[in-house]
């Protein structure tokens, strides 16, 4: 049987969308359901597969194209090139996937000096005929042509200026007839040739440039932004036209079954009487809201309603509908899934599951994790007029105002007073992390997606835009410089990390919402789910806003963090200048007790959930001030005549410590386990901390679930090691405390070899948890911070990588590692708990992925926890993969 690349609207179904397209199939469905429907045919999307591997497809089918016009020509009673009764067409595109207004669309075709006489004739309205041959002119000529529509604009504008009119529809016939003939000699000076008479001549060629309109510009970006497959190829729509311009009994107009801005159950939409379709989207015209239609024309809006609620009903989801009255009869000429924004997402989607429609799944399955995003944040109200400083990375969602400032220190006192500020500097270090905490937002002129500022503003749900290189920050001066502008210490500045976006000013935000509604959504997206959400927290705090956004547990607990906090910094850098034992354990009795107190109130606020606790995982330099910093101090106290003091002795001893902690390259070196190998007495308080505070919470009848994290572990030795430490300590914690409490420990996966030995490690880790921020750098050899500010966007438009990889998991290579790991552990421990802490726990593609291999649990900072969670019931549905 020959392959079919010709559909009629008879014979298409509704479910073939790949085939025929989003536009073709909802066709065929609304003319077999008996709607008005104008008759037409559909070119397949594999006809545009192949005419852009070869063109000549269009000779192979051309036979079969004309079969299916004289289909047409029968069942619309006209005749395609005839001159007393024509059949004019509209050919328009239609991907898989809607993508509205992104592709070409040809209206009026088949009209030359011969068909537009019989227009005029069989519709008794000769300024009709021609004003819509000029139509078909101009977008025929711009769209397979590429002449520029500016030139018919202009003919077009003077037209109406000579005549003293404002609206087109006011050009007289015989004006019209003139502009036809000025938009041809248009034509013919672009091209060299004359405006094509052959209606099956037009009609090829419209066909062939709405294929080639997949791949324009603004088509490939709608795919990438939306992650559409640039392989699906569009169909090609063939339909008889109606017209809403052949008087006052006609028009057109664009609704909505429910409003696409707040959901409301009530039809909305606007149409324009006497007009085409191109009217109302152009904007050439003020059309009128839907509601006024009952008043113009009150059979058609009763009718509109019947037709748009049984639409509705029968595809289950708010629809966005095009029609036509001509002559007082309605045809609807497009149904589609009606675009949203996430608040209107929401209450659709419950409304629709109260009224019957729908199920509680697929409500879940109608609020995309994108749109629980944008539900969370504030967001810049882009309705108001901005003046962008300049553009960055998206780092964090979300929209900040405040005034600038360039040092945490300052940032935490300004906010002390009560001020808002944005932190800008060129990047941020573990020492800012009080001035990030106080900030509404942060800017970065270096530094990638999961750089320190990135990761931090994500975890505290600041917004941030990093990696912004255009700007120039002077730390000295204290000002930034973009795009000719310099701003000054106390300036304002809107930071949209939404979109990467700084903006000059105060920018209006819109609030966050987070319904009752949506509250009981996410409790439906739980019940869908298979594998639970967790939440990186390193604080009572956050933990207990991980609680509160529905965590399930806490997957990464970072205990360097705690050591960053103003009254311990001083302690933990004594620890880490200390020459002998006793100094360091000196200050780690000091560190413990600041622990414990940590750690209980984490546990407490995560009473009856799991509690991973990372070990110190960074090099111990981070603690010390910066080498240039502490130079310039000893200097200042020579100059001084100071340089013999215990002060200056003191800056002396931490300069060469960290001098001597210096690594050419600290990712791989002396971290993680390797510190608690050498200096085993860190990660022995550590421990005992983390399990004198469940002995503490166990006594006092709360319910505590701790696990232990070793990081970097690579080899079976390693863990073997931190095994039986945290054993021997759990023991001699519960003899002391005369408590009996239960444990895990295990490792976090973050270098290729752990993933290739992880049998060996299971033989002793109790869990693992994939630490795919370093994973990802270790399977690449790339460093995330160079490779984000030098190259790797770069990759990315050239088609290296599709996305950034330290934002989407690598499926290819990490995730292979990942699954490799995964079914090791479990060959050796086949209950083996397995989840994600990296940053990648937050992406819904990574979380589709994590599913894919039958993780236990994703884990993310709490205020991505919702999203994870409709993430997760959207991967469990195979709704996202």
């Given amino acids: 049987m020959a ?136 977008m025929f000529g711009s769209v397979v042509d590429e002449v520029s529509s500016d030139r018919f604009e202009q003919a077009l504008s003077a037209c109406k200026k000579a005549l003293g009119v404002a609206q087109d529809f006011e050009i007289p016939a015989e004006a019209l007839e003139k502009l036809v003939a000025e938009f041809k000699a248009i034509y013919k000076a672009a091209t060299g040739r004359d405006f094509p008479t052959d209606p099956w001549d037009q009609l090829r060629r419209a066909i062939e440039a709405v294929f080639r ?66 009217d109302v989207v152009a904007g050439i015209r003020t059309p009128m809201p839907i509601g006024q239609l009952e008043g113009a024309m009150p059979d058609i809006y009763r009718e509109l309603c019947r037709l748009t609620g049984q639409l509705e009903k029968s595809y289950r989801d708010m629809q966005d509908i095009e029609f036509t009255i001509e002559r007082g009869k309605l045809f609807l000429l497009q149904t589609r899934t009606g675009k949203r924004t996430a608040a209107a997402a929401v209450k659709v989607a419950m409304d629709m599951v109260g009224e019957g429609l729908i199920d509680t799944k697929t409500a879940v399955a109608r609020v995309s994790p994108e749109q629980v995003e944008q539900l969370l944040h504030r967001q810049v109200d882009k309705s108001a007029p901005q003046e962008v400083l300049a553009v960055g990375l998206p780092a964090s969602p979300g929209a900040g105002v405040g ?28 020492d800012d992390i009080h001035g990030l905490f106080a900030s509404a937002a942060v800017v970065t002129s270096r530094g990638g997606m999961t750089s ?5 503003a994500r975890g505290m749900g600041k917004p941030a835009v990093c990696g912004c290189e255009e700007v120039e920050i002077d730390l000295a001066a204290e000002t930034l410089t973009s795009r000719g502008r310099t701003l000054k210490k106390g300036d304002t500045v809107t930071v949209d990390g939404s979109s990467g976006r700084v903006l000059l000013g105060e920018a209006p935000l819109i609030e966050a919402t987070f319904s009752e509604d949506f509250k009981k959504l996410l409790g439906w997206a739980d019940e869908a789910a298979e594998q639970e959400v967790w939440a990186n927290a390193d604080t009572p705090e956050d933990a207990r806003r991980a609680r509160e956004f529905g965590a399930r547990g806490i997957g990464l607990c970072r205990t ?21 034992l006793e100094e360091r354990v000196e200050a780690l009795n000091k560190l413990k007790v600041m622990q414990k107190d940590d750690f209980v109130g984490i546990f407490k606020a995560m009473e009856g959930y799991p509690v991973i606790v990372r070990l110190l995982d960074p090099p111990l330099h981070e603690f010390l001030p910066k080498e240039p910093a502490l130079l310039e101090e000893l200097g200042e106290l020579e100059k001084k005549g100071r340089g013999t003091s ?41 421990i005992n901390a983390i399990f004198e505070a469940v002995a503490e919470l166990t006594k006092a009848g709360v319910k505590v679930r701790p696990e232990v994290m070793i990081p970097l572990v690579g080899t079976r030795a390693e863990m073997k090691f931190f095994r039986e430490m945290a054993d021997r300590i759990a023991g001699e914690v519960m003899k002391a405390s005369g408590t009996d409490f239960t444990y895990l420990v295990g490792t976090m996966i973050e270098v290729p070899r752990a993933a290739l030995v992880a049998d060996q490690l299971a033989e002793y880790a ?77 992406n ?28 997760a019931a959207h991967a469990a549905m195979g709704t996202l993969k």
């Fill in 766 to 842: 109790q869990f693992f948890s994939f630490g795919t921020n370093d994973l990802t750098q270790t399977t690449f050899g790339y460093s995330r911070d160079d490779a984000e500010g030098k190259f790797l966007f770069q990759y990315i438009d050239k088609g290296v990588f599709k996305e950034n990889p330290f934002s989407e998991l690598d499926r290819d290579g990490v995730g292979a590692l990942m699954r490799i790991a995964v079914e090791k552990g479990r060959s050796v421990a086949p209950k083996l708990s397995v989840g994600i802490c990296g940053e990648h726990g937050g």
């Fill in 646 to 686: 215990p002060e200056a002795e003191k800056l002396r001893r931490t300069l060469n410590k960290a001098h001597q902690l210096h690594e050419a390259n600290p990712m791989l070196g002396f971290r993680g386990c390797r510190l608690g190998m050498v200096y085993p007495e860190i990660y022995e308080m550590q």
């Fill in 452 to 456: 320190h500022a990135a990761v931090v």
């Fill in 3 to 138: 392959e079919k690349f010709i559909y009629s609207l008879k014979e298409g179904k509704g479910d073939q969308k790949l085939l025929l397209g989003g536009k073709g199939a909802n066709l065929c469905q609304m003319v077999q359901s008996g709607l008005p429907v104008p008759p037409g045919f559909i070119l397949t999307t594999e006809v545009c597969r192949r005419y852009m591997q070869d063109p000549k497809i269009m000779d192979a089918i051309w036979d079969e194209v004309k079969r299916y016009v004289k289909e047409l020509e029968k069942e619309a009673g006209k005749g395609f090139n005839d001159g007393k009764n024509p059949l004019l067409v509209s050919v328009r595109s239609g991907a898989p996937i809607s993508m509205p207004g992104m592709m070409e669309t040809i209206l009026n075709l088949g009209l030359n000096d011969e068909t537009v006489e019989g227009l005029a004739s069989v519709s008794g309205n000769r300024r009709f005929a021609f004003d819509s041959y000029r139509r078909f002119i101009q």
């Fill in 213 to 278: 309109s997949w791949n324009i510009p603004r088509a490939v970006t709608y795919r990438k932004i939306n992650k559409i497959a640039d392989d699906l190829g569009t169909a090609v729509n063939v339909i008889s036209m109606v017209f809403g311009n052949l008087g006052d009994d006609c028009g057109t107009g664009v609704c909505f079954t429910r409003n696409p801005s707040t959901g409301e159950n009530k039809l909305y939409g606007e149409f324009l009487i006497n007009a085409q379709g191109e």
């Fill in 560 to 580: 360097e963090h705690m050591f960053m906090a103003t009254d311990r910094l001083p302690v933990m850098q004594r620890l880490v200048v200390a020459d002998s």
């Fill in 403 to 430: 005034i600038l400032v360039f040092s945490a220190d300052e940032a935490e006192a300004w906010a002390h007073q009560d001020k808002s500020v944005v932190l800008a500097r060129p990047e941020t270090c573990p």
């Fill in 844 to 871: 819904p593609s990574s979380i589709a992925f994590c599913h894919s291999i039958h993780m236990s649990y994703v884990s993310c900072s709490p205020f991505r926890v919702p999203v994870a969670r409709v993430a």
